[in-house]
């Protein structure tokens, strides 16, 4: 068997890929794909720590633009990653994929609260752990509770599933055909060029704490195999 160049990782999926090509809500076609690429490298001993968001149910920043307060709006938003965590929970452990769910928001009904030891040995079992509800507090999106969960954790890399692009671009591919894609990228340039990856606070996260970044296509088989293996796919980000 192939040995990973990367054992403890982070993938970061958004609301978005949960929901397929539907424009909201979980399409469970799509999370089964998501649990079965999953699956495939857990024989390896991959350690997977996963961010969901929570973009397909309720975006907090929307709900605060139709005047609901920010604080409040931000913490609706978490609540939508939590039914995330526990849709693809259930199609990981419908496979034989243990795993479990911690929150930064505490419901102790239907997940276990965000304890950072304790994720640890999850992950050292063998066990997919999901991280819901991001850092816990309003102001700070998902992509930011990413590289923070990956920091605590002690992961080698943070993979940021996409679903429409296969990486970094100068510009948006999907509007402009000619557009660039970097096959690396420093987080400095990232951020003084404001490309549209992940919001600043999370780049500057990632980069304060020396973990890099590797931004590929979620929807092509045997790509989150290929990036524990190191493979050249996607566009990775340091510095």
């Not at 940021?160 to 000619?178: E, F, Q, T």
């Amino acid at each position: 068997m192939e040995e990973l160049k990367y054992r403890r990782v982070v993938l970061k999926l958004s609301g978005q890929a949960l929901a397929g090509e539907r424009e909201y809500g979980i399409d469970s076609k799509t999370v089964d794909f998501i649990a079965g690429e999953i699956k495939k490298v857990m024989p390896y001993g991959a350690q997977i720590g996963i961010v969901v968001g929570g973009g397909n149910i309720l975006k907090g920043s929307h709900a605060s633009e139709q005047g609901i307060d920010r604080a409040t709006a931000d913490y609706m938003g978490m609540l939508g990653t939590v039914i995330n965590a526990l849709a693809l929970q259930a199609a990981l452990e419908k496979i034989g994929v243990d795993t479990r769910v911690q929150t930064a928001i505490e419901m102790r009904h239907v997940a276990e609260p965000y304890i950072r030891r304790r994720a640890i040995r999850h992950l050292e079992k063998g066990r997919v752990v999901i991280f819901a509800a991001g850092t816990g507090n309003p102001f700070f999106s998902t992509d930011t509770a990413a590289p923070l969960r990956a920091s605590e954790i002690g992961a080698q890399i943070i993979l940021m599933a996409k679903r429409a692009v296969d990486g970094v671009y100068d510009s948006d591919p999907l509007k402009y055909p000619n557009a660039t894609k970097f096959r690396e990228i420093a987080y400095l340039e990232l951020i003084g060029r404001r490309l549209q990856v992940m919001d600043a606070t999370a780049a500057a996260l990632a980069m304060d704490n020396r973990i890099p970044m590797l931004v590929f296509n979620m929807k092509e088989p045997d790509n989150i195999k290929r990036a524990l293996l190191g493979e050249d796919i996607g566009t990775i980000i340091k510095g």
